[in-house]
């Protein structure tokens, strides 16, 4: 079992594509839906996840801010393609983009499908006290804001929100 601490922001401009060292396309689909967890019915919610020729399941308890228990497997593809067809909802599709920032790497999740227009950047830390250099690409944080998570997009997805970020991609 590890902890994940992930903070999660909106972009303000593309000046971040000028950094991107590595891009990788992926899709991913939940096998229980966004009511069981925030209803209280299910701890954790459980992701499928294939990249290329890796396949991943995922636990994640359903706290919602920065830090939340996270568990991660290695899939044979194949499984992972059969299970992807029983999902709940939408399949998330996405390109993430990697900007290394010292010990620390930026992900840049760029939404595809009926999450096109949305791009958010995540970013992975050791420790909730850890500090970070934010870029001036970087909008306004949306941790918080349960509707940004993967799960949620599933199953309400960007195109469907009457309240999205305005053009330039941050609210």
């Known amino acids: 079992m590890g902890i994940e601490i992930e903070r999660k922001f909106l972009l303000k401009s593309d000046a971040w594509r000028a950094q991107v060292t590595e891009s ?5 689909g939940y096998l229980n839906d966004a009511a069981s967890i925030t209803q209280g019915h299910q701890n954790v919610s459980v992701r499928l996840r294939l990249e290329g020729d890796i396949a991943k399941l995922n636990m994640k308890s359903r706290e ?3 830090q939340r228990q996270e568990f991660e497997y290695d899939l044979p593809v194949a499984d992972a393609e059969a299970l992807l067809a029983l999902c709940v909802g939408n399949l998330v599709q996405k390109t993430r983009h990697y900007i290394p920032q010292g010990a620390l790497c930026w992900e840049i999740d760029e939404f595809e499908g009926v999450n096109a227009g949305l791009i958010v950047a995540e970013l992975e830390l050791p420790s909730l006290d850890t500090t970070f250099e934010t870029p001036d690409w970087l ?3 949306v941790t918080d804001e349960a509707r940004y998570y993967n799960l949620m997009l599933a199953e309400r997805p960007y195109s469907e929100w009457e309240d999205r970020p305005n053009a330039s991609n941050e609210s």
């Open 64 to 66: 919602a801010g920065p």
């Open 139 to 141: 909008g306004r944080e």
């Open 24 to 28: 990788k396309r992926m899709a991913q």
